[in-house]
């Protein structure tokens, strides 16, 4: 169990055994929604950073997911990724977290990204989530800055 004083209350989260083995999958079709628009304005007709970030935190919240305890959620708090190369409409692509570390309630995920009729690799990075009990996030978000 890892515990930190939050208002005025102790932040725990258990997390199930094996959570260091975690990985999450998301497989995606790039549609010319996921292009890379500025303004609404084409700008490259290739699958975007944006929703490769996006894919990445889908597939790191379902690497981790199973193994909370109840009660428990968690909240990211970092990502990198770094685009290798481009992948274009009608690509399919499978973007896959691997839990990579857990130190405390914090968990860090391995983001790898590929073009599946290729298998050409498209990102790599890391993704970042911290644990805590569901009524602390619940606290955290009411005290959101507005």
């Not at 981790?64 to 708090?77: H, K, L, T």
């Not at 992948?87 to 973007?95: D, P």
């Not at 970042?128 to 507005?146: F, H, P």
Request: charged share 20%; glycine share 8%.
């Amino acid at each position: 169990m890892y515990g930190i004083e939050f208002a005025n209350h102790i932040v725990t989260c258990r997390m199930k055994t094996g959570i260091e083995h975690g990985v999450g999958v998301v497989e995606v079709t790039v549609t010319p929604e996921m292009t890379a628009k500025l303004d609404d304005r084409l700008i490259h007709p290739v699958y975007s950073t944006f929703w490769l970030a996006y894919h990445a935190e889908v597939a790191a919240r379902r690497a981790i997911e199973p193994y909370f305890e109840e009660g428990e959620n968690a909240v990211g708090s970092s990502i990198s990724i770094e685009h290798k190369a481009m992948a274009g409409i009608g690509a399919e692509v499978r973007v896959t977290a691997r839990v990579s570390s857990v130190k405390g309630r914090s968990i860090l995920c391995t983001i790898e990204a590929l073009a599946i009729k290729t298998n050409t690799l498209l990102a790599e990075g890391t993704q970042g989530q911290v644990c805590m009990s569901s009524e602390a996030l619940a606290t955290k978000c009411e005290q959101a800055v507005a």
